[in-house]
């Protein structure tokens, strides 16, 4: 339970802010409209800091993210019996941190017209609709993710304890500014899916795009397990 509860934590605080930072952008009236994208890989690379910081003090290893969680399980690291607790607790985090989302921005989504405006603050979309591209985008986002964050493993960066997320923060940072324009790099299917559910069940005008889902469920575990197997392949 306090695996569940440390990644449910982690992963809400992750969406509030990670998505709160999309509300801010691309609602109407908002302060920060009209910001850029800058502005939303900023928010979210700070997101994934807050996130770990708050998982690993409750006691987890901070994945905040199931293709994280699997990745290290493809490369013989994981335990195989805390896999249902963490991303049972990032899928229900995420979903939670989405809901808070709308409660903070609540009259901005009333003032936006925009269907797509809105779904955007919960769930992630392609700039140009293709699905084969859009999973090969997503696969290579989240296989440079986990890759990386072997490495930073490797390194004993988790000797530094919460300052260790300062390494994950770059590295998403970079992945949003410079591999972030195809399809919003999801590079997490909680990050997806949870908010995703939250926009279909909240009173919110507009299709939740289910058709699309399967592209940053998929392509981040595929890109995780790969990134595993190569890394295991090469250390």
Same mark, same amino acid.
């Given at each position: ?27 109407? @009236?908002? @302060? ?42 493809? @490369? ?160």
């Amino acid at each position: 339970m306090k695996h569940l509860i440390a990644e449910l934590m982690g992963t809400m605080f992750l969406i509030l802010l990670g998505n709160g930072v999309v509300a801010n952008v691309v609602l109407q @009236k908002t @302060k920060g409209q009209g910001a850029g994208w800058m502005v939303i890989s900023t928010g979210w690379a700070f997101a994934v800091f807050i996130g770990v910081v708050v998982a690993s003090q409750l006691g987890s290893a901070a994945h905040l993210n199931p293709a994280v969680t699997l990745g290290f399980v493809a @490369k013989g690291d994981f335990e195989y019996h805390l896999i249902l607790p963490y991303i049972t607790g990032q899928m229900l985090g995420a979903a939670l941190g989405g809901l808070g989302v709308w409660v903070m921005y609540k009259t901005h989504f009333d003032a936006t017209e925009s269907s797509e405006d809105k779904l955007a603050c919960f769930s992630t979309g392609p700039a140009i609709k293709n699905p084969l591209f859009n999973f090969i985008s997503e696969l290579i986002g989240t296989f440079t993710l986990l890759f990386v964050i072997f490495s930073f493993v490797s390194a004993d960066t988790a000797l530094l304890g919460n300052l260790g997320g300062l390494p994950v923060t770059i590295l998403v940072w970079a992945i949003g500014l410079s591999l972030g324009g195809t399809t919003g790099y999801a590079i997490n299917p909680a990050r997806d899916i949870g908010p995703r559910i939250m926009h279909t069940l909240l009173p919110i005008k507009g299709s939740s795009e289910w058709g699309y889902a399967w592209v940053p469920a998929l392509g981040p575990v595929v890109g995780a397990v790969l990134a595993a197997l190569l890394f295991n392949a090469l250390a």
